[in-house]
């Protein structure tokens, strides 16, 4: 039986401290479902399928990563849903800093108590992608700086059309 990890996030837009997670777990496991949240209670830059896509010309275009490892899909249901629709047990969450942690140790209880067969795994992006989010990348663009540090080529092109 193969092993599927779960790693969501609105990833908007994709980072490089996203992919340092997700080629980490392609060490531990045999498939990520990367999972794009449209929870429509958050104010996007992007709509959910320009995300999707956004994540599938980064991973697969600029990095040829490999397809049959990696699946990329929306989703605005539980999380924990998500892990029984892919038949997954684990939770994959990235952290940068201390301050992610208090946050991330609350939604791992949380999804834990709603269903106790799911473990959450924390993985860091290496130390020069720690201090990169999706936040300061899109507050970066607006005033035209420099990005290509922080996220793909497609991505950035995504971005100056968008901005």
Known sequence: MSKIAIYPGTFDP????HIDVI??????????????SDESNKNYLFSSE???EI??????????????????????????DLCKKYKSSIILRGLRAVSDFEYEFQLAGMNRKLNQNIETIFL????????????FVKEIVKLKGDIKKFTTKSTIKSLKEKI
């Open 23 to 36: 080629k980490k777990s392609l060490k531990l496991f045999d498939k990520i479902v990367v999972g794009v």
């Open 55 to 80: 994540v599938n010309k980064a991973l697969f275009k600029d990095l040829k990563l490999n397809r049959r490892k990696i699946k990329v899909v929306s989703f605005g249901s539980l999380t924990t």
């Open 124 to 135: 860091m992006s290496d130390v020069e992608n720690q201090i990169i989010s999706s936040r």
């Open 14 to 17: 994709i980072t490089f401290g």
């Open 50 to 52: 320009e995300r999707i």
